[in-house]
């Protein structure tokens, strides 16, 4: 895959998510996604590395307790975007709602691609208290 379109299938990747935490409807994301994946998360009830079908199946899970939970976030435009392989990691400010809470902090998420499909997920984020 050229860089140009890693880059564009990862953006798309993080342009769906980013919708689906706007509305709670991640959806068309959940339909980025390989039937088998890496999904790593730092926290909570989705802590852990998960592979395979498990890993899908994790990633599923928090976007559905996301809207479940009314967590509404905005993931502004990303500030750096950095790419090695197949990885994309895009760091950037996002603020809204989560966990109840009012949230405002800098993240990084990366997305290993296949093609124009999700085949890994990994979040960093900060400042949870805020």
Not at 19 to 24: D, K, L, R, S, Y
Not at 45 to 68: L, S
Not at 122 to 128: I, M, Q
Request: contains cysteine.
């Amino acid at each position: 895959m050229t860089d140009i379109t890693l880059l564009t299938a990862a953006r798309h990747a993080f342009d769906q998510f980013a919708e689906g935490w706007i509305t709670g409807n991640f959806e068309p994301y959940i339909a980025l996604l390989a039937d088998e994946m890496t999904f790593w998360f730092p926290m909570g009830t989705h802590r852990g590395k998960f592979e395979g079908a498990v890993g899908r199946q994790q990633m599923i899970a928090k976007c559905h307790d996301h809207t479940t939970a009314g967590d509404r976030l905005t993931l502004h435009a990303p500030q750096y975007v950095l790419s090695d392989g197949n990885s994309v990691m895009f760091e950037f400010e996002a603020e809204g709602n989560y966990a109840g809470q009012p949230y405002r902090g800098h993240n990084a998420i990366a997305f290993e691609m296949r093609g124009h499909q999700v085949i890994g997920f990994r979040e960093y984020f900060g400042d949870l208290g805020q």
